[in-house]
Each structure stands twice: as structure tokens, then as C-alpha cells.
């Protein structure tokens, strides 16, 4: 997790208010901020933009972009809604803890940013963002962390479609991923002793690493540079590796191989290896293990 220290209580306490208007509490600095609800008629906008060193406790949001440029704060069990639009864009040197959010396009262009213990559904979740650190959370998201940077991911329960497109830098363990195509155009990724599901996974990657993890889902992994599995086991898997420069340690089957560019496919059995129709080199080689004799076919 990153080093972010948590806000200590402040003195000055706004507590069990409600505000509507817009940039009610706009530049609010050493504050805690304590059972109040942010909605109301006025549907002002910003209410809590530009603060500095604010606690916000058990509060309620249902108005656009709240905490804009926040710097140095901490989210607490506190709830966002569908109304709060692109809630926290611009943010850095923040906690978000025990919180169900629930607007659209959270976290963007954020860094330093700590997400534990949350629930989140929200399209497009943490884009351009840079020190990212999420743990013990649930996150429902078409397009999760796009063209992020610098992040660590720890038990994690996801569900998607495009996820982490473009990342930079990440590791993910001991979670469960349940997406599409993942990891397109991602460099610097490790995934450890997770569930992986989804479609074409990891295309056009470099140096993707996935360690003790299941893979499900059909043609994964093509068009991959420095690509890594040791100790995977891989489910409804066909048409695999497709130009793909690759090292793999499989245990169990693999439905099919397709062209692997180059590198060593361990795999326990294959249900058919295809070399045809090649555009490119294709010198990769599958290996067929005998646990009984420790030797390769």
C-alpha cells in the first residue's frame, strides 16, 4: 500500500449539515466534515472543491464533482450516488475507505490515492491516474484503470469489459478479475495467484507475467511481447499465444495453440497445436510434460 498518513481529527468540525449551493464549502482547509448530505434543489456544483487537509466522515453525495483538486484527505464511510458525476477528479495524497460510490467516471487524473474496504460501480473508474493502491474491495467498471500508472491490487473482486487497457506498472494478487479483454497494450504488469476471466486476453501486452493464477476464457494472449506464465491452469482456452513471443509452465490442458512466435509452452496436454496460415515467423515450441518420467515430448 502507499505511504499516505491518515488526517488526524481537526478542531474545526462541520457536522450533520445539509448543502446544496454551489462550492459550499470551496476552499475548506484542516476541517472534518461529519454526517452531512450534499444535495438539495440549488444542485449546485463543487461543493467541496480545492480543500486541503479535510476529513470527510459519513456524508452523503448527490451533486456533480465534488471534491475536485482535493489534496491531503480521507473519505470515510460515506456513500456517492448516480447523481455525483466524475465525483473526484484532479486529487492527490487521499484515503478512501469503507465508501459505496456509485458516479460516474471516478478518479481521474488523480495520484497517491488509497481505495480499501469500498464498493464501486462507476463506467469508468480511475483513468489517467498515477499511485494507485486498492485493497479489499469490490469494483464494477466497463473501462478500469485506463491509462493508469504505478498500481497495486490486492484482493480484489472486479467485474468489466475493457479493463486495464494502457497500465503501466501494475501488480495484482489474490484476486478475482471478471472481464473481457484485459491488459491490452499494457506493459510492466504481474497478476499473482488470481482468477482471470475474459476474452482475448492480454493482446498486444508486453511483458505480462501471471504466476499461480487461472485463465479462463477463449483466445488469450496474442500478439504479446515477453509474455510469462508459470504455474497457470488454463480453462476454455483456444487458439492461445497467437504471435506471441512467450515462456509458459501450464498444468493441465490447453484446447489449442495457435502459432506462439517464439519461446517454450509447457503444458500438460494440448487438445490440438495449429501452425498454418502464418504471417510471421512462427518458432515457438510446445512441450507435452510426463510428470512420471519428468520428461518433455
Known amino acids: 500500500m502507499l505511504a499516505i498518513n491518515i488526517n488526524q481529527p481537526h478542531a474545526t468540525k462541520i457536522e450533520n449539515q445539509r448543502f446544496d449551493e454551489e462550492r459550499a464549502l470551496y476552499n475548506l482547509k484542516e476541517s472534518d466534515v461529519i454526517n452531512c448530505t450534499f444535495a438539495g434543489p440549488a444542485d449546485g456544483e463543487s461543493v467541496l472543491k480545492e480543500v486541503r487537509d479535510i476529513n470527510v466522515i459519513n456524508c452523503q453525495f448527490s451533486l456533480r464533482y465534488p471534491l475536485w483538486h482535493a489534496v491531503k484527505f480521507s473519505l470515510v464511510g460515506s456513500e456517492m450516488d448516480g447523481n455525483s458525476r466524475a465525483p473526484i477528479w484532479y486529487a492527490q495524497d487521499g484515503k478512501i475507505s469503507e465508501c459505496q460510490l456509485e458516479g460516474i467516471k471516478l478518479l ?153 512466435k517464439s519461446g517454450t509452452i509447457i503444458v500438460d496436454s494440448v487438445g490440438e497445436i495449429i501452425q498454418d496460415n502464418v504471417l510471421t515467423d512462427s518458432l515457438g515450441k510446445v512441450k507435452i510434460r510426463r510428470e512420471q518420467w519428468n520428461i518433455f515430448d
Not at 479489499?136 to 487497457?165: A, C, P, V, W
Request: with cysteine; net charge negative; hydrophobic share 35%.
Open 108 to 260: 481521474r487524473e488523480c495520484q497517491n490515492i488509497e481505495v480499501e474496504d469500498c464498493t464501486i460501480h462507476s463506467p469508468e473508474f480511475g483513468w489517467k491516474c498515477n499511485n494507485i493502491a486498492i485493497a479489499n474491495s469490490e469494483i464494477e467498471s466497463e473501462y478500469l484503470l485506463l491509462d493508469s500508472r504505478n498500481i497495486t491490487i490486492d484482493h480484489l473482486h472486479m467485474q468489466g469489459k475493457y479493463s486495464f487497457q494502457y497500465v503501466e506498472q501494475l501488480h495484482i494478487s489474490d484476486s478475482v478479475l471478471d472481464t473481457k479483454d484485459a491488459f491490452w497494450h499494457s506493459k510492466n504488469v504481474t497478476v499473482e495467484n488470481s482468477i482471470v476471466k475474459g476474452e482475448y486476453l492480454g493482446w498486444f501486452s508486453e511483458n505480462l507475467t501471471l504466476i499461480d493464477c487461472q485463465i479462463i476464457g477463449t483466445q488469450p494472449l496474442c500478439y504479446c511481447k515477453n509474455l510469462t506464465l508459470i504455474n497457470c491452469t488454463m480453462e476454455d482456452t483456444d487458439l492461445a499465444f497467437e504471435y506471441s513471443d512467450v515462456n509458459a509452465d501450464i498444468k493441465g490442458h490447453v484446447i489449442s495453440i495457435k502459432n506462439p
